[in-house]
């Protein structure tokens, strides 16, 4: 937001210097980016009149201008640009003037001679238009400086306004600060018309979509002539990078830049029945902006209409059908308030960004749209003449309220650490345009219409800290605790170490997984993996799925291993996978391994030992002993990706851990792997739950333990794991150890069951057991495995 200090002084008293007014904005929180003083780089630059322009005779993209500065001296420059017309005011860079990026002298170009230059806006440092020459206003004086004529002899403060303040897209937003944080009264320009008419407005407005505009104002006015701008304000849009069009286009520009609230003039006679239809757009509909561009609408387009076509693409750009030209001799004014949203997706659906747009997709002042429709008005009526009508079209089916925001006076101080008073308090927010209503232990603070972002009490209090000054908030140590890692990433790390510390390496792999790799592993169509979030803009076709499962990235990952003559290949991977939800997806942390080739390679003292089932559960029972689950239990699993024999659930404290087993041999040939290979996938979250908070130590046993051997036989369908977690119930506390040593199936032993030999150690912590004791302990086993399990005990 480019700023002009004698305009900001127009609308203000200012008793301070640019700079100091610039300081005291940004501690508010309107960062100033940079100031400007664009007189003071123009030298020798001065108003000069089109006498007559003729072609270079060496270049047919250059023309030969005469110019005229005085009565008596007139001068012939070359130009390349061809955007104006005899009679115009154009901006004649002298001999020896200096511009903010060059200095101007006499030259010979294509072998004429150029006494000067024309220059363009960009050239004068005040518009970033490259496309033609500075057309001056018509009343203009010839010879006149031009920094005086087009008031550059004044400050630009430049201002970064952020998304939540649309209210400083003006000048009276700015002004209105500058009000608030040096006490002086905002003097806001008059809108009265200081004339009496009795037009009938022929003007009918008709909202079919409230959403979309909750408000739409127009004022008709007839019999203006449409011509060019006074020099006041065609200098004041140039200062602010605007290019003059016109006086009634340059009203709507000007009120823009005043008030913040954008507005729009159409020629009334191309305005089917004089009336204004707001709704979307239809399938198929094409509109031509002000850009020259014909645009293809989409359904969710709001648009701006007659009873028969589409005038403008609502709260974005006006239509070409509808503009004002020099032959208007009626216009509808629209002043109108459109939803937000709407405006930026209709503005990014077309990649097309205004001064409109970014104003209303902010968020617009709702309550300003008769304001800035009644100062437009008087001041195409003061430029360009005419009659307006009576009254107002004000369509406001469903009017919009402010809200209103409860404040403790107190929180105030405990949120900024210093102290003040609830009055004061009171009066920042009634500077800023607050209404507030005192209360007992709260007051409650209705927000103007021009503040969308006041939403929470702690805005209320961030609008107080911006008056009070946020470079007197004290500085104080937040409170909080000492960093480190929590318990979480603690156990990662120690599971991470772990891995690495017997011997596997860790991978990293692609999120992004496809169809066809569950397809891969084997997996049935009602298996849980099968249910994927799929991207909505995948970078390839093959992978348009977030992951399920990490085997195949690592099977992939071993596969190129052993591709490059890796024998041994021993990798995990701790990474999340994705479970649709229909809202966010849950992202569980699993632990994935993969072992295939050498376990030891071939060494003088023995052969060489493949990966197995059995060598990775030894590996993985280590692992699992490290996070501190010391007893897992294994069960039998079937079904795909895994080997029919030689692959186990894994559980803890009866929470399933995860898998581990050999891979199908049909699997083990899709990801070319012929050797084979020994997977596992974990659950994370149950191993970061096992950690003790704090390691206990045990006095050592004082007393010898007693020792028996237990055989059993048993129905060959239940698990050894089952058994086992009956005994030790069964002989607790005595029981201090339990160990499977023998398993028989054969004489002796029923068709259909199985014998197993289970060591038992026993002790007491305060005596040493007697065989009467263990004997006791003994029995409880037996029983209970009759009990529970059907056992019987085996001679």
Known sequence: ??????????????????????????????????????????????????????????????????????????????????????????????????????????????????????????????????????????????????????????????FEITFNRPDCLGMIGIAREVAALTGAELQRPDAGLGLTTDLASPVRVDIRDPSGCPRYVARYIEGIAAGPSPGWIAARLTAAG?????????????????????????????????????????????????????????????????????????????????????????VILESAYFDPASVAGTSRRHLLRTEASARFERGADFDAAPYAAARATKLIVELAGGRPSAEMTDAYPVPLERRSVSLAPRKTETLLGM???????????????????????TFSAEAPSFRPDIQRDVDLI?????????????????????????????????????????????????????????????????????????VAN?????????????????????????????????????????????????????????????????????????????????????????????????????GMPWHPTRAANVSAAEATLGTIGELHPDVCERFELEQGAVVAELAVGPLVGAQPGRVKVRDLPRFPAAFMDLAVVVEEALPAQTVETIIRHAGAPELTEVRLFDLYRGEQVPEGHKSLAYGLELRAPDATLTDAQANQVRDRVIRALHDQAGAELRS
């Open 1 to 158: 937001m480019r700023v002009s200090f004698k305009w900001l002084s127009e609308l203000v008293p200012i008793d301070a210097s640019p700079s100091e007014i610039a300081a005291l904005l940004t501690m508010s929180g309107t960062k100033l980016e940079a100031i400007h003083r664009p007189g003071e780089s123009i030298k020798g630059v001065i108003v000069a009149e089109v006498l007559g322009i003729g072609e270079h005779p060496n270049a047919d993209n250059l023309s030969l201008v005469d110019v005229r500065v005085t009565d008596a001296d007139t001068r012939r420059v070359v130009c390349g640009a061809r955007n104006f017309s005899v009679g115009d005011h154009v901006a004649l860079a002298q001999v020896g003037a200096t511009l903010p990026e060059m200095a101007v002298s006499e030259r010979k170009i294509r072998g004429a001679i150029s006494q000067g230059m024309l220059c363009s806006g960009a050239e004068l440092g005040v518009s970033k238009d490259h496309s033609g020459i500075l057309v001056l206003p018509p009343d203009s004086t010839e010879g006149e400086d031009v920094v005086t004529a087009l008031e550059l002899d004044d400050t630009v403060l430049e």
């Open 419 to 441: 102290r003040i008073a609830a009055a004061q308090q009171t009066l920042y927010l009634e500077s800023l345009g607050f209404r507030v209503t005192p209360g007992d232990e």
């Open 538 to 638: 995948p970078m390839s076709e093959d992978e348009r799925h977030l992951r399920t499962t990490l085997l195949p990235g690592l099977l992939r990952s071993a596969a190129r291993s052993l591709a490059h003559r890796v024998e041994d290949v021993a990798l995990f991977e701790i990474a999340r996978i994705y479970r649709p939800t229909g809202g966010l997806p849950q992202e569980p942390l699993l632990l994935g391994a993969v072992f295939c080739g050498l376990r030891r390679p071939q060494t003088w003292h023995g052969p060489a030992e493949r990966w197995s089932f059995w060598a990775a559960k030894g590996l993985l029972e280590a692992v699992l002993a490290a996070m501190g689950v010391q007893k897992p239990g294994w069960s039998k699993v079937a």
């Open 462 to 534: 961030e609008e107080i800290a911006r008056l009070a000054g946020f470079d007197r908030l004290p500085s104080t140590l937040p409170r909080g605790v000492a960093g480190g890692l929590d318990g979480r990433q603690t156990a990662e790390r120690r599971l991470r170490r772990t891995l690495a510390a017997v011997g596997l390496h860790e991978a990293w792999t692609t999120s992004w997984a496809s169809e066809r790799d569950l397809d891969a592993l084997g997996l049935p169509a009602d298996h849980p993996a099968r249910a994927m979030v799929e």
């Open 242 to 330: 605007f290019r003059p069009i016109s006086n009634v286009v340059d009203v709507t520009n000007y009120v823009m830049l005043e008030t913040g609230h954008p507005l729009h003039a159409f020629d009334a006679a191309k305005v089917g029945d004089h009336q204004v239809v707001v709704r979307r757009a239809t399938g198929g509909e094409r509109i031509t902006t002000l850009d020259g561009i014909e645009r293809a609408l989409d359904a969710a387009d709001l648009v701006i209409a007659d009873p028969s076509r589409a005038l403008a693409i609502a709260g974005v750009m006006g239509g070409g059908g509808s503009e004002v030209t020099e032959g208007t001799a009626a």
